[in-house]
Structures are given as C-alpha cells and as structure tokens.
Nanobody, 130 residues
C-alpha cells in the first residue's frame, strides 16, 4: 500500500521559514518524479514545485520561485520543501504527490496538472500571519 505523509506545517509570521517533509512508502521512490501542490482557502489546488527522479531537474511556480527549494533523499524515500520569505498568500494546505514518470516535464511543458500525479498525501496546513 502506498503511503505519503506530510509533516512540518504550522503557523509562522510573514518573512519566516518552514521546512515541509513527505515520507513515502509502498513504492520505488527513486523511480518517480515528485511534486508539491497547495490549496489556499477557497481556491483550487495548484502546483508549487516538482523534482525529477534524480533530484537534478526542478520546476517552480512563478509565485514561489527564488523562495522555495524542493529536494529529495532517495535513500530514505523522503521529499522536502524548504520555504523561506513566507508571505500570507502562501497560506494553504500543502500536499506531496507522486508522478508516475521519471521526469517533471510533459510533452513540451511541465507537469503542473493534478491529473498527472497518482498518489497524494493527506496534506499539512501552513498558515502565514501578516
């Protein structure tokens, strides 16, 4: 059974930092690209970042570029999202997701759609106060 469990969320002041973790079990972690999504209050879920199976190629949404860093530890089946310079608009439930492919690219673009990802965690709440 595939399990993906996010942790590390919480309440932080604007300008602060948080590090999210995603523990994955039940699949060959190093054989898949992985992504982070978020769902702000009252809005649709949106892609935040993606990392390829080797941890070399990454994608970031424009809204987080330069502030967030995605990384992975294939030896321990862990995915991370380091978030810095947090803003109130980063407030959301953050989800990790597995992409059934080695890479974050899809055709001529990046895999930014929910339908391109297979397994999801239950989410962790991040709240940024102003």
């Amino acid at each position: 059974k595939v399990q993906m469990v996010e942790s590390g969320g919480g309440l932080v002041e604007a300008g602060g930092s948080l590090r999210l973790s995603c523990t994955v079990s039940g699949l060959t972690f190093h054989g898949y690209a992985m992504g982070w999504f978020r769902q702000p209050p009252g809005k649709e879920r949106e892609v935040v970042s993606c990392i390829d199976w080797r941890g070399i190629t990454t994608y970031y949404a424009d809204s987080v570029k330069g502030r967030f860093t995605i990384s992975r530890d294939n030896a321990n089946s862990m995915l991370y999202l380091q978030m810095t310079s947090l803003k109130p608009e980063d407030t959301a439930i953050y989800y990790c997701a597995n992409k059934p492919d080695l890479r974050c690219r899809s055709g001529d673009g990046w895999s930014t759609e929910e339908r391109e990802y297979s397994y999801w965690g239950q989410g962790t709440q991040v709240t940024v106060s102003s």
